[in-house]
């Protein structure tokens, strides 16, 4: 063996003579599992707090707030329909002379007479106050140049001042029961069912109201804007046109 062999031989012994020494050294210190742990996970041990069981505090129910409700209105009374049916009477050409007196107020009314020959309906509103309605049947003129079977007074009449009220806002409806007066069968072709009022022309004292119409067989039936004097009975077609 020469010299450089041997240099190198004694270099490898002094080698691993320093190793056994390191690992003898390493051996001798005692190892803390707990320090050979990850360090994040000991950080994460040492901070995790004591937590409580926490109860839930209950929360009140909270009911709705009742909702107060609208006071009922009253129903507006509605307008009376006249429902005079046609009535069976004997054709006498007489009629009662009995005078009707109704009293009524803003609610309107209907008032009939008790033959049932002649109605008015009153609607709601129009009179603000306490108001007497006369129906005042009369006899039958008898010179008119018209064909006349009934006649009557209509007049309306403030209870509390006892003025007439000679002109409605509203109309009132006007119906005439003709079954058991006049005979329709006898009727001509060019006659009908009509409502006429008092004229003051001594000439033409009576005019057919134009706007009244026959709304069941024998029923004649008319708007009015003012009470006055009233007649019905029949009329040529030919007066019309």
């Known amino acids: 063996m020469n010299s450089r062999q041997m240099w190198n031989l004694m270099r490898v012994v002094v080698a691993l003579s320093l190793a056994v020494q390191s690992l003898v050294s390493f051996a001798a210190i005692p190892i803390n599992a707990k320090s050979a742990a990850p360090i994040e996970a000991q950080q994460a041990e040492l901070f995790v707090p004591s937590v409580s069981t926490l109860q839930p505090t209950p929360l009140a129910t909270l009911l709705p707030t ?22 069976p009477l ?20 209907r008032v009939t007479t008790a ?14 106050r306490s108001t007497r309605l006369n129906i005042t049947p009369r006899a039958a003129a008898t010179n008119a140049s018209v064909d006349l079977k009934m006649q009557f007074d209509l007049t309306a009449q403030d209870v509390a001042s006892n003025t007439l009220i000679s002109a409605f806002t509203q109309p009132v409806t006007l119906t005439v029961n003709l079954n058991g007066v006049i005979d329709r069968s006898q009727l001509k072709p060019t006659q009908h069912l009509a409502l006429f009022y008092k004229t003051d022309n001594p000439d033409a004292p009576w005019s057919e109201l134009l706007d009244a119409r026959e709304v069941a067989p024998g029923i004649v039936q008319a708007p009015l804007a003012h009470f006055s004097t009233y007649a019905a009975g029949t009329s040529s077609n030919e007066s019309l046109g």
């Open 90 to 109: 004997p054709v006498t050409g007489t009629l009662s002379l009995t005078v009707t007196q109704a009293l009524v107020d803003v609610r309107g009314a």
């Open 66 to 87: 009742p909702v107060p409700t609208a006071a009922a209105f009253a129903s507006p009374l509605p307008t009376p329909q006249p429902t005079l049916a046609p009535t």
């Open 115 to 128: 033959d049932q020959h002649v109605q008015l309906d009153v609607p709601p509103g129009l009179f603000q």
